[in-house]
């Protein structure tokens, strides 16, 4: 069984060769700090996030894209590789133990920080370990020609890194990566309600807001929620409502990042490319393309026509699972 990993800071995703994309689950560890002993992995964690005692942590392992706790990493990756790999037949198990591991990570990571990535996958069973830049793999699952001589551009938003990049004869010719995506965005909120309404929310409450109202444009009509938190003055459970036009207005910053780091590789982009890319326009994958209006801030601001993918979440797990070989 040979199978493709997203590896992101927010999820993990598994792609099985001949299945398709078999587990989708946060990239959230549970850990008793006294033991060492890891608790739950994935959703039961994330669950976890801000309410466990003082003897248990819930770890993000993964931080701007690339591995910041190695040991819980290698602990996360043995148990999804585990789970995928427990339906086998007992003749495959046999015949063929350990995987052949295809990983994404973003396009302009270290040397150091891509070994640190092999080595936790090898260490959690993978039999060889195969690296591929999540723009091209963002590219090959929404379906984009990355062989032909014509250019395509694809701008793929995580939960860590922002990459962006221009394709072409299968390889990337201009790229930027940013460690600006839907962590940050979910902190500019946290900082907002904080300095706006001294109201202290959590990583869930931030991401909850940015879903359900967060926007990068004016929108049609604009949405209100009420939000629960503690009272930073007296340190009481507190109920506020805010708006979309708050939560833009809280976005406008790292928002601005992706929006500088899409034209300055528009102005490195060789100039026949550069036709290509305003007849086919852009395309945007990964959890951050589901910001309302992002696609079309993007369009105003550079001219070029943007896109959101049909599946913006899954894109890079469908092209790493493509472009396994072996």
């Not at 930027?176 to 959590?202: F, M, P, T």
């Not at 926007?215 to 009481?236: F, T, V």
């Not at 036009?245 to 490195?268: C, F, T, W």
Request: net charge neutral; charged share 25%.
């Amino acid at each position: 069984m040979d199978i493709g990993i997203d590896l992101g800071t927010a999820n993990v995703l598994v792609h099985v060769k001949g299945k398709g994309i078999v587990l989708r689950e946060p990239s959230v560890v549970a850990k008793d700090m006294n033991t060492g002993r890891v608790l739950a992995v994935g959703e039961e964690a994330r669950l976890m996030l801000g309410k466990t005692p003082a003897h248990i942590q819930a770890i993000r392992p993964l931080r701007d894209g690339v591995i910041a706790d190695f040991e819980v990493t290698e602990a996360m990756l043995s148990y999804f590789i585990k789970k995928v790999m427990k339906d086998r037949s007992w003749w495959s198990a046999l015949i063929k133990p350990k995987p052949h591991v295809v990983i994404c990570v973003p396009a302009e990571i270290t040397s150091v920080e891509e070994r640190a990535v092999k080595d936790a996958a090898k260490l959690a069973g993978a039999r060889s370990v195969e690296i591929i830049e999540e723009p091209m793999a963002a590219a090959v699952g929404a379906g984009l020609p990355i062989d032909g001589p014509s250019g395509s551009m694809v701008i793929d938003i995580g939960g860590g890194t922002t990459d962006v990049a221009v394709i072409s004869l299968g390889g990337i010719v201009v790229s930027q990566s940013i460690r600006v995506a839907g962590n940050k965005l979910d902190e500019a909120i946290i900082r907002y309600i904080r300095k706006v309404y001294n109201l202290q929310i959590g990583e869930r409450t931030a991401e909850d807001i940015k879903i359900k109202i967060g926007s990068a444009n004016k929108i049609e009509q604009e949405l209100a929620m009420e939000i629960r938190g503690r009272d930073l003055i007296n340190g009481l459970p507190k109920t506020v409502k805010i708006t979309s036009e708050e939560i833009r207005e809280a976005l406008s910053e790292p928002v601005g990042q992706i929006v500088d780091a899409v034209k300055a590789v528009l102005e490195k982009t060789p100039p026949e490319l550069a036709a290509d890319i305003i007849d086919r326009g852009m395309i945007l994958t990964g959890g951050g393309a589901m910001l309302r209006g992002l696609d079309r801030l993007l369009s105003e601001i550079t001219g070029v026509p943007a896109t959101v993918a049909d599946d913006p979440l899954s894109c890079v797990a469908i092209g790493t699972g493509m472009r396994i070989r072996i």
